[in-house]
Protein backbone atom coordinates (compact mmCIF):
# COMPACT_ATOMS: atom_id res chain seq x y z
CA UNK A 1 0.00 0.00 0.00
CA UNK A 2 2.55 2.44 1.07
CA UNK A 3 4.91 1.33 -2.12
CA UNK A 4 1.66 2.28 -3.86
CA UNK A 5 0.84 5.63 -2.42
CA UNK A 6 5.21 6.22 -3.22
CA UNK A 7 4.83 5.59 -6.45
CA UNK A 8 1.82 7.99 -7.20
CA UNK A 9 3.44 10.67 -5.44
CA UNK A 10 6.87 10.08 -7.15
CA UNK A 11 5.24 9.94 -10.37
CA UNK A 12 2.85 12.94 -9.57
CA UNK A 13 5.76 15.59 -8.67
CA UNK A 14 8.40 14.15 -11.44
CA UNK A 15 5.79 14.69 -14.08
CA UNK A 16 4.20 18.18 -12.23
CA UNK A 17 7.69 19.70 -12.78
CA UNK A 18 7.88 18.83 -16.35
CA UNK A 19 4.34 20.35 -16.94
CA UNK A 20 5.27 23.49 -15.04
CA UNK A 21 8.18 23.78 -17.56
CA UNK A 22 5.51 23.94 -20.52
CA UNK A 23 2.89 25.55 -18.83
CA UNK A 24 5.42 28.45 -18.50
CA UNK A 25 6.44 28.03 -22.00
CA UNK A 26 3.02 28.09 -23.41
CA UNK A 27 1.79 31.47 -20.90
CA UNK A 28 4.98 32.82 -22.25
CA UNK A 29 4.17 32.39 -25.76
CA UNK A 30 0.08 33.29 -25.49
CA UNK A 31 0.10 36.15 -23.26
CA UNK A 32 2.86 37.91 -25.48
CA UNK A 33 1.97 36.94 -28.87
CA UNK A 34 -1.63 35.58 -28.48
CA UNK A 35 -3.32 32.59 -27.58
CA UNK A 36 -4.73 31.15 -31.11
CA UNK A 37 -1.70 30.24 -32.52
CA UNK A 38 -0.05 28.81 -29.08
CA UNK A 39 -2.90 26.77 -28.32
CA UNK A 40 -3.24 25.06 -32.25
CA UNK A 41 0.70 24.66 -31.23
CA UNK A 42 -0.74 22.87 -28.15
CA UNK A 43 -2.86 20.69 -29.73
CA UNK A 44 -0.83 19.76 -32.49
CA UNK A 45 1.51 18.80 -30.03
CA UNK A 46 -0.76 16.39 -27.82
CA UNK A 47 -2.10 14.92 -31.23
CA UNK A 48 1.91 14.23 -32.18
CA UNK A 49 2.25 12.86 -28.66
CA UNK A 50 -0.82 10.73 -28.42
CA UNK A 51 0.05 9.16 -31.76
CA UNK A 52 3.60 8.13 -30.61
CA UNK A 53 2.40 6.52 -27.08
CA UNK A 54 -0.28 4.45 -29.23
CA UNK A 55 2.37 3.57 -31.67
CA UNK A 56 5.48 2.89 -29.95
CA UNK A 57 3.79 1.73 -26.04
CA UNK A 58 6.51 1.07 -23.93
CA UNK A 59 9.43 1.39 -26.39
CA UNK A 60 9.18 4.63 -25.88
CA UNK A 61 12.20 4.55 -24.36
CA UNK A 62 14.03 4.04 -27.34
CA UNK A 63 13.61 7.48 -28.63
CA UNK A 64 16.89 9.48 -28.19
CA UNK A 65 15.25 12.03 -25.58
CA UNK A 66 18.88 13.25 -25.39
CA UNK A 67 18.80 14.23 -29.06
CA UNK A 68 15.88 15.67 -28.91
CA UNK A 69 16.35 17.94 -26.17
CA UNK A 70 19.57 19.41 -27.99
CA UNK A 71 17.85 20.18 -31.00
CA UNK A 72 14.97 21.64 -28.87
CA UNK A 73 16.75 23.45 -26.18
CA UNK A 74 19.60 25.08 -29.11
CA UNK A 75 16.41 26.25 -31.04
CA UNK A 76 14.91 27.57 -28.00
CA UNK A 77 18.33 29.32 -26.75
CA UNK A 78 18.69 31.05 -30.32
CA UNK A 79 15.00 32.52 -30.52
CA UNK A 80 14.72 33.39 -26.68
CA UNK A 81 18.37 35.44 -26.99
CA UNK A 82 16.90 37.44 -30.09
CA UNK A 83 13.73 37.98 -27.92
CA UNK A 84 15.87 39.02 -24.92
CA UNK A 85 18.37 41.45 -26.88
CA UNK A 86 15.27 43.40 -28.55
CA UNK A 87 13.59 44.08 -24.89
CA UNK A 88 16.71 44.87 -23.36
CA UNK A 89 17.62 47.59 -26.35
CA UNK A 90 13.98 48.52 -25.83
CA UNK A 91 14.34 49.06 -22.39
CA UNK A 92 17.36 50.94 -22.59
CA UNK A 93 15.86 53.01 -25.31
CA UNK A 94 17.76 52.01 -28.16
CA UNK A 95 14.97 50.50 -29.83
CA UNK A 96 11.52 52.55 -30.25
CA UNK A 97 9.30 51.72 -27.02
CA UNK A 98 6.15 49.27 -27.74
CA UNK A 99 3.45 51.60 -27.61
CA UNK A 100 0.66 49.14 -25.88
CA UNK A 101 -2.67 51.81 -26.15
CA UNK A 102 -1.44 53.08 -29.64
CA UNK A 103 -0.68 49.44 -30.74
CA UNK A 104 -4.30 48.28 -29.38
CA UNK A 105 -5.99 50.85 -31.13
CA UNK A 106 -4.18 50.04 -34.36
CA UNK A 107 -5.06 46.30 -34.09
CA UNK A 108 -8.72 46.90 -33.03
CA UNK A 109 -8.89 49.13 -36.41
CA UNK A 110 -7.07 46.82 -38.60
CA UNK A 111 -9.39 44.00 -37.13
CA UNK A 112 -12.03 45.88 -37.82
CA UNK A 113 -11.27 46.55 -41.30
CA UNK A 114 -9.80 43.20 -42.73
CA UNK A 115 -10.91 40.13 -44.41
CA UNK A 116 -11.99 37.40 -42.35
CA UNK A 117 -9.31 35.01 -43.79
CA UNK A 118 -6.10 37.87 -42.71
CA UNK A 119 -7.37 37.07 -39.08
CA UNK A 120 -7.05 33.80 -38.92
CA UNK A 121 -3.48 33.80 -40.58
CA UNK A 122 -1.28 31.21 -38.12
CA UNK A 123 1.65 32.65 -36.18
CA UNK A 124 4.35 30.37 -37.02
CA UNK A 125 6.43 31.28 -34.01
CA UNK A 126 3.59 31.24 -31.61
CA UNK A 127 2.57 27.40 -32.50
CA UNK A 128 6.49 26.46 -32.80
CA UNK A 129 8.10 27.39 -29.75
CA UNK A 130 4.67 26.03 -27.87
CA UNK A 131 4.49 22.79 -29.99
CA UNK A 132 8.11 22.17 -29.05
CA UNK A 133 7.67 22.88 -25.56
CA UNK A 134 4.42 20.86 -24.93
CA UNK A 135 6.01 17.96 -27.61
CA UNK A 136 9.62 17.47 -25.42
CA UNK A 137 8.34 18.16 -21.83
CA UNK A 138 5.05 15.36 -22.73
CA UNK A 139 7.50 12.97 -23.91
CA UNK A 140 9.79 13.48 -20.81
CA UNK A 141 6.07 12.89 -18.51
CA UNK A 142 5.45 9.49 -20.67
CA UNK A 143 9.38 8.83 -20.20
CA UNK A 144 8.62 9.06 -16.47
CA UNK A 145 5.16 7.52 -16.53
CA UNK A 146 6.73 4.27 -18.55
CA UNK A 147 10.03 4.31 -16.09
CA UNK A 148 8.48 4.40 -12.66
CA UNK A 149 5.70 2.64 -13.87
CA UNK A 150 7.13 -0.73 -15.42
CA UNK A 151 9.73 -1.08 -12.83
CA UNK A 152 7.24 -1.14 -10.40
CA UNK A 153 5.07 -3.30 -12.30
CA UNK A 154 2.22 -0.35 -11.86
CA UNK A 155 1.95 1.21 -14.87
CA UNK A 156 -1.84 2.33 -14.96
CA UNK A 157 -1.12 3.35 -11.15
CA UNK A 158 1.88 5.61 -12.71
CA UNK A 159 -0.19 6.78 -15.65
CA UNK A 160 -3.11 8.06 -13.38
CA UNK A 161 -0.55 10.30 -11.25
CA UNK A 162 1.09 11.64 -14.21
CA UNK A 163 -2.45 12.34 -15.48
CA UNK A 164 -3.65 14.36 -12.46
CA UNK A 165 -0.21 16.19 -12.18
CA UNK A 166 -1.17 17.40 -16.03
CA UNK A 167 -4.37 18.00 -14.57
CA UNK A 168 -3.61 20.49 -11.54
CA UNK A 169 -1.10 22.39 -13.78
CA UNK A 170 -3.25 23.09 -16.13
CA UNK A 171 -5.91 24.15 -13.75
CA UNK A 172 -3.34 26.64 -12.29
CA UNK A 173 -2.36 27.94 -15.76
CA UNK A 174 -6.04 28.75 -15.79
CA UNK A 175 -6.03 30.77 -12.57
CA UNK A 176 -3.22 32.56 -13.59
CA UNK A 177 -3.25 33.51 -17.23
CA UNK A 178 -5.78 36.60 -16.28
CA UNK A 179 -3.28 38.37 -13.85
CA UNK A 180 -0.35 37.82 -16.19
CA UNK A 181 -2.57 39.09 -18.77
CA UNK A 182 -2.74 42.80 -17.02
CA UNK A 183 1.45 42.89 -16.51
CA UNK A 184 2.34 45.77 -19.38
CA UNK A 185 3.30 44.31 -22.39
CA UNK A 186 6.82 45.15 -22.36
CA UNK A 187 8.02 44.00 -18.78
CA UNK A 188 6.09 40.94 -19.95
CA UNK A 189 8.32 40.58 -23.15
CA UNK A 190 11.51 41.33 -21.18
CA UNK A 191 10.45 38.27 -18.44
CA UNK A 192 9.87 35.95 -21.22
CA UNK A 193 12.96 36.98 -23.16
CA UNK A 194 14.60 35.33 -19.63
CA UNK A 195 12.40 32.67 -19.30
CA UNK A 196 12.96 30.83 -23.03
CA UNK A 197 16.47 31.76 -22.95
CA UNK A 198 16.80 29.93 -19.84
CA UNK A 199 14.86 26.97 -20.78
CA UNK A 200 17.32 26.99 -23.56
CA UNK A 201 20.12 26.91 -21.66
CA UNK A 202 18.50 24.36 -19.84
CA UNK A 203 17.74 21.60 -22.09
CA UNK A 204 20.12 22.42 -24.87
CA UNK A 205 22.86 21.35 -22.07
CA UNK A 206 21.15 18.65 -21.25
CA UNK A 207 20.67 16.91 -24.48
CA UNK A 208 24.39 17.91 -24.52
CA UNK A 209 25.13 15.47 -21.75
CA UNK A 210 25.85 18.52 -19.14
CA UNK A 211 24.63 17.02 -15.28
CA UNK A 212 23.28 20.67 -13.83
CA UNK A 213 23.97 21.05 -10.45
CA UNK A 214 20.42 20.45 -8.69
CA UNK A 215 18.75 18.93 -11.48
CA UNK A 216 16.23 20.69 -12.65
CA UNK A 217 16.16 23.20 -9.37
CA UNK A 218 18.91 24.83 -11.94
CA UNK A 219 16.30 26.42 -13.78
CA UNK A 220 15.54 29.01 -10.97
CA UNK A 221 19.60 29.70 -10.89
CA UNK A 222 19.46 30.64 -15.01
CA UNK A 223 16.80 32.51 -14.89
CA UNK A 224 18.37 34.62 -11.74
CA UNK A 225 21.53 34.79 -13.49
CA UNK A 226 20.24 36.10 -16.91
CA UNK A 227 17.31 38.08 -15.11
CA UNK A 228 19.99 40.20 -13.33
CA UNK A 229 22.52 40.19 -16.32
CA UNK A 230 19.24 42.09 -18.32
CA UNK A 231 18.58 44.38 -15.33
CA UNK A 232 22.32 45.25 -15.40
CA UNK A 233 23.10 45.79 -18.91
CA UNK A 234 19.61 47.69 -19.97
CA UNK A 235 21.01 49.97 -17.07
CA UNK A 236 24.36 50.68 -18.49
CA UNK A 237 23.31 51.42 -21.79
CA UNK A 238 20.72 53.88 -20.33
CA UNK A 239 23.18 55.90 -18.91
CA UNK A 240 25.29 55.35 -21.58
CA UNK A 241 22.59 57.02 -23.60
CA UNK A 242 21.60 59.56 -20.67
CA UNK A 243 25.54 60.52 -20.59
CA UNK A 244 26.88 63.33 -23.45
CA UNK A 245 29.81 61.70 -25.01
CA UNK A 246 33.24 63.32 -24.21
CA UNK A 247 32.85 65.61 -27.66
CA UNK A 248 29.62 66.78 -26.90
CA UNK A 249 30.29 67.59 -23.05
CA UNK A 250 33.83 69.83 -24.66
CA UNK A 251 31.41 71.69 -26.75
CA UNK B 1 8.88 27.49 -54.81
CA UNK B 2 7.36 30.14 -53.19
CA UNK B 3 6.42 28.31 -49.78
CA UNK B 4 10.08 26.62 -50.00
CA UNK B 5 11.30 30.39 -49.66
CA UNK B 6 8.88 30.77 -46.94
CA UNK B 7 10.00 28.10 -44.91
CA UNK B 8 13.27 28.32 -45.30
CA UNK B 9 12.78 32.47 -44.41
CA UNK B 10 10.67 31.36 -41.26
CA UNK B 11 13.74 28.57 -39.61
CA UNK B 12 16.12 31.41 -40.80
CA UNK B 13 14.12 34.38 -38.85
CA UNK B 14 13.64 31.78 -36.12
CA UNK B 15 17.58 31.29 -35.33
CA UNK B 16 19.64 33.74 -36.58
CA UNK B 17 17.57 36.59 -36.76
CA UNK B 18 18.68 40.12 -36.32
CA UNK B 19 22.48 39.21 -35.32
CA UNK B 20 24.22 36.08 -37.05
CA UNK B 21 27.45 36.32 -34.72
CA UNK B 22 24.80 35.70 -31.83
CA UNK B 23 23.48 32.59 -33.91
CA UNK B 24 27.10 31.31 -34.62
CA UNK B 25 28.51 31.89 -31.07
CA UNK B 26 25.46 29.99 -29.77
CA UNK B 27 26.34 27.23 -31.80
CA UNK B 28 29.88 26.82 -31.22
CA UNK B 29 29.59 26.85 -27.29
CA UNK B 30 26.64 23.96 -27.81
CA UNK B 31 29.41 22.56 -30.12
CA UNK B 32 32.11 22.88 -27.69
CA UNK B 33 29.66 22.17 -24.39
CA UNK B 34 29.13 18.61 -26.05
CA UNK B 35 32.20 18.02 -26.50
CA UNK B 36 33.81 18.42 -23.18
CA UNK B 37 30.32 16.53 -21.42
CA UNK B 38 31.62 13.47 -23.87
CA UNK B 39 34.93 13.53 -22.23
CA UNK B 40 33.47 13.31 -19.05
CA UNK B 41 34.57 17.15 -18.34
CA UNK B 42 32.52 19.33 -16.03
CA UNK B 43 30.64 21.38 -18.41
CA UNK B 44 27.61 23.23 -17.06
CA UNK B 45 29.38 26.72 -17.04
CA UNK B 46 30.11 26.78 -20.58
CA UNK B 47 26.51 27.91 -22.10
CA UNK B 48 25.03 30.61 -19.03
CA UNK B 49 28.82 32.23 -19.76
CA UNK B 50 28.57 31.80 -23.59
CA UNK B 51 25.07 33.35 -23.21
CA UNK B 52 25.93 36.19 -21.02
CA UNK B 53 28.83 37.20 -22.74
CA UNK B 54 27.45 37.03 -26.37
CA UNK B 55 24.10 38.90 -24.90
CA UNK B 56 26.42 41.97 -23.48
CA UNK B 57 28.41 42.15 -26.44
CA UNK B 58 25.55 42.05 -29.16
CA UNK B 59 23.58 44.99 -27.47
CA UNK B 60 26.04 47.02 -26.45
CA UNK B 61 27.43 46.53 -30.23
CA UNK B 62 23.79 47.36 -31.13
CA UNK B 63 23.77 50.44 -29.03
CA UNK B 64 27.29 51.67 -30.46
CA UNK B 65 25.51 51.72 -34.19
CA UNK B 66 22.67 53.54 -33.37
CA UNK B 67 24.19 56.26 -31.61
CA UNK B 68 27.02 57.07 -34.34
CA UNK B 69 24.10 56.77 -37.05
Known amino acids: ?251 | MKYIVAFLRFWWDFIVGDDWRVALGLALALGLTWLLARNDVSAWWLLPLAVGLLLAESVQREARSSTSN
Do not use: C
Open chain 1, 1 to 251: MSSNVLLFLTTFVASAVEAVEALTIVLAVGVVRGWRSTLIGVGAASVVLAAIVAVLGPALRLIPIDSLRFVVGALLLAFGLQWLRKAILRASGYKPLHDEGAAFARERDEAGAAAPTASKRLDWYSFTVAFKGVLLEGLEVTFIVVTFGSTQGRLGLAAAAGAAAVVVVVAVGLVVRGPLERVPENTLKFVVGVLLTSFGIFWGGEGAGVDWPGSDVSILGLIAFLGLLSIGLTRLLRQRRIAPSPAVARA
